[in-house]
């Protein structure tokens, strides 16, 4: 029981982060010798993310987002290495201070749109077709939707409380784009999830790869089988969520989507099958977002 005076223990079926701001201090000091001279070059590295997940990047978010360090102290000490680096280094600084500003545009969106968690940012001519097919939604939620980086970055969720931020990208668009079903259900379904949820940069983050959002272009689709073979060729980070996969080669993990039914059922009878074809959703999401545009 609490005695209104004591920090309550949170009940969680996750390893939690340590708390406070000397653990926020500790883990950036640290990115700062280890991590920051790289960042542009490994901020994508999704190998390195599991090896090295807090020198590939920060993992500061669920610090900035509980306030245990401020975002001017982030700011400066990133500022502080800026100045005193050249050539390649600066410019790796200067992308980290530059992902930064993102926090900050998104609260600026907010502050202007007090509806952004709930409206469109865009103002469509025609309403768009989502399909928001139950099944569908359940078998992202799970990471069960047959496309690995897709269920490596769920699961990811379900285990650690975070997604890297290229798969939280990816699995954002495949459930907008690819299954076409609302950004609202998946911005929900992180709010409860992550322990780094910030309502501005959730919101304004899904708008974004959702295209109701602030993106300068029209219709953006990832499609996850390139995404995977770009930033994840060896299926390293894969495997390392989705273990039905880990006997599988890698070539045949990224393009387990295009392989024949029979195929997949030799290679990882346990892992899913497609729950959409990859060129009929990527199609489908094109044809409708051009709609509610009114370019079709």
């Known amino acids: 029981m609490q005695d209104g005076k004591t920090v309550p223990v949170p009940d969680v079926d996750i390893e939690l982060p ?16 280890t991590g ?4 542009n070059d490994t901020r994508d590295d999704l190998p390195k993310a599991v090896d090295k997940p807090t020198e590939a990047v920060s993992r500061l978010s669920p610090y900035l987002a509980s306030g245990m360090i401020g975002l001017r102290e982030v700011w400066a000490g990133a500022s502080e290495v800026y100045n005193a680096v050249s050539g390649q280094e600066r410019r790796n600084v200067d992308k980290y201070r530059y992902e930064l500003s993102w926090r900050e545009q998104n609260y600026h969106l907010l502050y202007y749109n007090p509806n ?10 025609n309403e768009i077709a989502w399909r928001n097919d139950e099944r569908d939604l359940e078998a992202w939620k799970a990471g069960e939707t047959g496309y690995p980086l897709v269920d490596a970055g769920m699961r990811q969720l379900d285990r650690e409380g975070y997604i890297h931020n290229r798969p939280r990208q990816v699995v954002a668009s495949f459930l907008t784009k690819h299954l076409l079903i609302d950004w609202r259900e998946g911005a929900r379904h992180f709010r409860r999830q992550l322990i780094d949820h910030d309502y501005a940069s959730n919101s304004g983050g899904w708008q974004w790869t959702a295209s109701t959002g602030t993106d300068s272009v029209d219709v953006r689709i990832f499609d996850p089988v390139s995404q995977a073979s770009k ?5 390293q980070y894969i495997t390392e969520y989705v273990p039905e996969l880990r006997d599988v080669p890698a070539d045949k993990i990224i393009d387990w989507p295009t392989l024949s039914a029979d195929e997949r059922n030799r290679l990882a009878p346990k892992y ?3 729950i959409v074809d990859r060129n009929h959703g990527y199609e489908r999401a094109q044809e409708t977002f051009e709609t509610a545009l009114g370019k079709r």
């Open 36 to 39: 920051i001279l790289s960042y």
């Open 272 to 274: 899913a099958d497609p």
């Open 231 to 235: 930033y994840d060729d060896g299926a």
């Open 18 to 33: 340590a708390a406070g701001y000397e653990a926020a201090r500790e883990r950036f000091d640290d990115f700062l010798d």
């Open 116 to 125: 952004l968690g709930r409206e469109n940012y865009v103002d469509f001519p």
